[in-house]
Structure formats: structure tokens, C-alpha cells
């Protein structure tokens, strides 16, 4: 799987818009980009993924650049309980892969009142 | 639908005794996935299990651990003659399919003294 990288951390206010960008300029075609975030030492939790279209759903948008070698994920009204570690995760699908996750560091959100 | 469940969410061992994880996936998913955090650590691919079926175990330990998946009950993950280097929190994943988003089990905080 590619490698991603992340700011590591990260501030927002609350009521604006938060993007988190990540870059895996190592993405191959086959690869989707997810988003997980862990909200003080609970289980990850899924926001969202996509391979090159931007998606969309309740939670989150993320946009992928053409090319495909960065991704923003975007939650457009961030909340306090919004404030978690974000990850930035590239896998692939399919039987060739186990489907693990391979964690980074991820980038800390912190939204402020 | 319910989520998915691990217990006990707290476990506390001496040295060189034995701990039993049990997870149990959401309805419906035959995939299940875990993964350990250490104290201020990242989160850790540990093993990915279908029903009866170790498929992928190449973030285990070597010695001492083990995991199952039963065709009935839930999965389990075992530590034998656990070590104060054990303590950490687990977490276990489940997935319809081998691929796609995983679903996060609250996790099993494992305290060795």
C-alpha cells in the first residue's frame, strides 16, 4: 500500500470548516484513499473513502486531486466533539489484498470554542 | 444493528498469566480484524481472520499469541504468560468483505501488572 503523509497536527475553530489534507503521491490506480479518525482512545471510526471521484456523505466530504497524489478531507462545520486523530489511509481492494489498515501517525484536529 | 462488541473492556493480569479478547462483529460480517495500540503509540495491524480461517497473521508476535474465529461464537484473541509489554489497548474490526470500510469495536484495555 502506499505511503500517506500528514501534518501532524492541526487547529479549527468550531463552526468552520475543517480540511485535512494528506499526500500519497505513491498511489497506484488501483488504490482507494480512506479516512478513519480516533476520538480519545476509542475505536477508529470510518468517515469515508473514494478512488477519484469526489464523494460525499454525512459526515465528511473529500476531494482528490486529479492526479490522485493528495486528497483533502473536509468536515464543513467542525464541532468540539470533532477534535479526534485523523488518518489518512491508501489500500487496495480486491483478493490480491488482506485489506488491513496501515495506521501513520495521522494529523491531530483540534477544534477550539 | 447492533455494533461491533468486544469484552471485557477491562482486563487486568499478573505476569505469566493468560487473556482471552473476545469480539464480536456486526451482524452479517465473516471478516474480523485486529489491532493493537500501544501506550502512546499508533494503532497496529495485528491479524485479519474469516470464519475458521487465519488469512493474514503477520503483524502477531511470534509467541504467545494466537487467534480464532470460530464458526460459532466470537472471534478471540489470546495472550498466554502475558508480560507488562502487553498492555495495551485492543481492538478488533469487522468487514461484510475483505475489503472496504472496517467497523471499530469499542477495544479491550489490557493492563498487565
Known amino acids: 500500500d502506499a505511503k500517506t503523509t500528514q501534518p501532524t497536527s492541526m487547529d479549527c475553530a468550531e463552526g468552520r470548516a475543517a480540511n485535512l489534507p494528506c499526500n500519497h503521491s505513491?498511489?497506484?490506480?488501483?488504490?482507494?484513499v480512506y479516512w478513519y479518525r480516533q476520538i480519545h482512545s476509542q475505536g477508529p471510526q470510518y468517515i469515508i473513502h473514494g478512488l477519484k471521484n469526489n464523494e460525499t456523505n454525512e459526515m465528511a466530504s473529500l476531494i482528490i486531486t486529479e492526479d490522485r497524489k493528495s486528497s483533502t478531507l473536509i468536515l464543513p462545520h467542525a464541532t468540539l466533539r470533532d477534535t479526534a486523530v485523523y488518518y489518512c489511509i491508501v489500500r487496495l481492494h480486491g483478493s490480491s489484498n488482506t485489506g488491513k489498515l496501515i495506521f501513520g501517525q495521522g494529523t491531530t484536529l483540534q477544534v477550539k470554542p | 444493528n447492533a455494533g461491533v462488541m468486544q469484552n471485557p473492556r477491562h482486563l487486568v493480569r499478573r505476569r505469566g498469566q493468560e487473556a482471552r479478547l473476545r469480539c464480536s462483529p456486526m451482524?452479517?460480517?465473516?471478516?474480523v480484524y485486529w489491532y493493537r495500540q500501544l501506550p502512546e503509540e499508533g494503532l497496529k495491524f495485528m491479524v485479519y481472520?474469516?470464519?475458521?480461517?487465519?488469512?493474514?497473521e503477520s503483524g502477531m508476535p511470534k509467541e504467545r499469541f494466537s487467534a480464532e474465529f470460530p464458526k460459532e461464537g466470537p472471534s478471540i484473541l489470546r495472550i498466554q504468560q502475558v508480560v507488562r509489554g502487553d498492555s495495551a489497548a485492543y481492538f478488533c474490526a469487522s468487514s461484510p468483505t475483505g475489503y472496504g470500510e472496517q467497523y471499530f469495536g469499542p477495544g479491550t484495555r489490557l493492563t498487565v501488572t
Open positions: 451482524k452479517g460480517h465473516s471478516h
Open positions: 505513491t498511489i497506484s490506480g488501483n488504490e482507494y
Open positions: 481472520l474469516q470464519k475458521e480461517n487465519i488469512i493474514d
